[in-house]
């Protein structure tokens, strides 16, 4: 893609894409497909569009009949239920809004299944907490669940647990959380359906010139400054968290693609090449444990690298202290960081040996020298080759 003389003065940089081409729907096996609940749900009247998800459905089953295998991450059992149960206007109590999302889910559930049956697919209801992720064992179990459901050829409809999650302990956003299980569920692509077409090189409302994207072969720092600026792990809303979810599904695997679901059949028209903006996953696979680490757990800091230590990982090295410029955020050991190169691009995730105090005390240093420094012998690495995945690039 070429930038004319007078856009690209100001503009940013633009990712090449003349050599690559667009992928094609038909091409997947494995598919996770996450709605919204403004698409889901008209906000007026607190209605289901049942005509929407009626031919959504129909795009699902079609999928289905094709040898398919889609799971669905739904949105909407707040917005059901804040309107059956005539709560105000307003920011909702974390109480209501587990009320609302007790008596939602069930109306939800109902829409979806009452929708695929019509098709002749059958659905399954997943609920998941932040827990079901972070937790090897727990992680496992939802796997081996979905992995079931797919098996005896089941939509599986999955939503947060908004009944039990607390403010602290939520995923925040259901694009992530529709990562999250594209990495649980070894999914090949995860579809963002939005009320946006795709990524542009700036906000399009707010910027007449603003260059509609449509592939994405890696998520620079330049492509996160388009959503709103590098280092937001734990930002909310918007297009920050359909980047976030992009880097975690593309480590994870699995190929990411924005669309449009203000249409009618939405996935059909993909297919039929309407206007999106599609996210490359890095060509190597993704052991299962790694995996994990790359898309299901939730960071909680970010080590800023030197250009040497980036070129180390890339060759197969754990990162050593030396190598870390800057530590940021409260961490404990064997918690999960991001790892940023100099340009602050993501470079990929792991699991950190040592506090933040710890990390923060040894960065910069010599593995020698660790013993001296924190009083005990701990590991050489900051994060062992094993507890690392990197990203694509």
Not at 175 to 184: C, P, Q
Not at 261 to 272: C, D, H, M, S, Y
Request: hydrophobic share 45%; with cysteine.
């Amino acid at each position: 893609m070429t930038l004319s003389t007078d856009a690209a003065d100001n503009a940013p940089a633009v990712p090449e894409t003349a050599v690559t081409p667009v992928p094609q729907l038909s091409s997947f096996r494995r598919i996770v497909v996450k709605v919204g609940s403004a698409l889901l749900v008209d906000s007026a009247r607190g209605a289901l569009r049942h005509a929407w998800l009626a031919a959504l459905a129909e795009d699902v089953a079609h999928l289905h009949r094709e040898g398919k295998e889609v799971l669905v991450v739904s949105s909407g059992a707040i917005a059901l239920g804040r309107n059956v149960l005539k709560l105000p206007k307003r920011p909702l109590k974390l109480e209501e809004s587990q009320a609302a999302a007790a008596v939602g889910q069930i109306a939800l559930a109902r829409a979806w299944s009452e929708a695929l049956a019509h098709e002749g697919v059958a659905a399954g209801q997943v609920l998941i907490t932040l827990g079901d992720t972070e937790e090897r064992r727990r992680y496992l179990n939802a796997r081996s669940t979905l992995a079931k459901l797919i098996e005896l050829k089941v939509v599986p409809v999955i939503n947060e647990n908004d009944t039990v999650a607390t403010s602290e302990i939520r995923y925040g956003d259901n694009d992530r959380l529709a990562a999250r299980v594209a990495g649980m569920a070894s999914a090949d692509l995860l579809v963002l359906l939005s009320d946006i077409d795709g990524l542009y090189t700036a906000p399009p409302n707010d910027d007449p010139n603003a260059q509609f994207l449509p592939l994405v072969p890696r998520i620079t720092a330049e492509v996160e400054a388009m959503a709103g600026g590098a280092g937001t792990e734990l930002s909310r809303g918007g297009m920050k968290t359909k980047i976030e979810a992009g880097k975690i599904a593309t480590t994870a695997g699995a190929h990411m693609v924005i669309a449009s679901g203000k249409v009618k059949n939405p996935l059909r028209a993909i297919a039929e090449g309407a206007r999106c903006t599609w996210f490359l996953a890095p060509a190597n696979p993704v052991a299962s444990r790694k995996r994990w680490i790359a898309g299901s757990l939730e960071p909680r800091g970010v080590l800023h690298l030197d250009a040497g230590a980036v070129a180390a990982l890339r060759r197969g090295s754990s990162l050593l202290p030396a190598g870390v410029k800057r530590v940021e955020g409260d961490f404990t050991r064997g918690e999960a960081v991001v790892l940023r190169g100099p340009d602050g691009a993501e470079i990929g995730r792991g699991l950190v040996a040592y506090d933040a105090d710890y990390a923060e005390r040894i960065r910069g240093k010599s593995s020698d020298e660790i013993a001296t420094i924190t009083g005990f012998e701990g590991r050489a690495a900051m994060v062992h080759r094993d507890d690392l995945v990197l990203g694509g690039g």
